[in-house]
Antibody, heavy 122, light 107 residues
Framework: EVQLVESGGGLIQPGGSLRLSCAAS????????MHWVRQAPGKGLVWVSRINSDGISTNYADSVKGRFTISRDNAKNTLYLQLNSLKAEDTAVYYC???????????????WGQGTLVTVSS | DIQMTQSPSSLSASVGDRVTITCRASQGISLSLAWYQQNPGKAPKLLLYAASRLESGVPSRFSGSGSGTDYTLTITSLQPEDFATYYCQQYYTLPLTFGPGTKVDIK
């Protein structure tokens, strides 16, 4: 069974840093591109970042560019998101999601992890 | 960025009803349109992609159509587990963007 399990969320002060992890199992992690998507409380879904299978190519939403860094460790089957210079508006559930296909970028999210909540507040 | 809009933002329906949700992109997206279902407190789940292709395991009461900028999700004979929020998403270009969601609740 394909499974994605996020961790690392919590309460952090504005300006602080946090690293989220997403542990993958049930598939060949190194073959798949991966994404982070977030959802502020009671709000909609917002794509945050993506990374290709070898970790070389990355893309970010403008709202997080320069503050967040996506990375991966294929030996550990784990995806990361480093969150720096956090703002109140970064408060959200952060989901990791696998890109649907292994052969090419699709931009489709399937499946998703259960999410980890990041709360930025003093 | 491609802006996605959905209508209605919410609707009330009964079990067995037929429900239609509309999604519009700010520019043509060439069928690069997906639909997700999200139940409260849960992660979203992919239902359809390429505007009309059903993801494996998704019941056939879900269907999609559309082209260009305008797309539709239809649920025939609404079931209790279908009461959820539905999001459309374009994957035509970066940044990947979602519609604001349509909440389907029980009448």
């Amino acid at each position: 069974e394909v499974q994605l399990v996020e961790s690392g969320g919590g309460l952090i002060q504005p300006g602080g840093s946090l690293r989220l992890s997403c542990a993958a199992s049930g598939f060949t992690f190194s073959n798949y591109r991966m994404h982070w998507v977030r959802q502020a409380p009671g709000k909609g879904l917002v794509w945050v970042s993506r990374i290709n299978s070898d970790g070389i190519s990355t893309n970010y939403a403008d709202s997080v560019k320069g503050r967040f860094t996506i990375s991966r460790d294929n030996a550990k089957n784990t995806l990361y998101l480093q969150l720096n210079s956090l703002k109140a508006e970064d408060t959200a559930v952060y989901y990791c999601a696998r890109d649907m296909y292994s052969d090419f970028w699709s931009g489709l999210f399937d499946p998703w992890g259960q999410g980890t909540l990041v709360t930025v507040s003093s | 960025d491609i802006q996605m809009t959905q209508s209605p933002s919410s609707l009330s329906a009964s079990v067995g009803d037929r429900v239609t949700i509309t999604c519009r992109a700010s520019q043509g997206i060439s069928l690069s349109l997906a639909w997700y279902q999200q139940n409260p407190g849960k992660a979203p789940k992919l239902l359809l992609y390429a505007a009309s292709r059903l993801e494996s395991g998704v019941p056939s009461r879900f269907s999609g159509s559309g082209s260009g900028t305008d797309y539709t999700l239809t649920i025939t004979s609404l079931q209790p587990e279908d009461f959820a929020t539905y999001y459309c998403q374009q994957y035509y270009t970066l940044p990947l963007t979602f519609g604001p969601g349509t909440k389907v609740d029980i009448k």
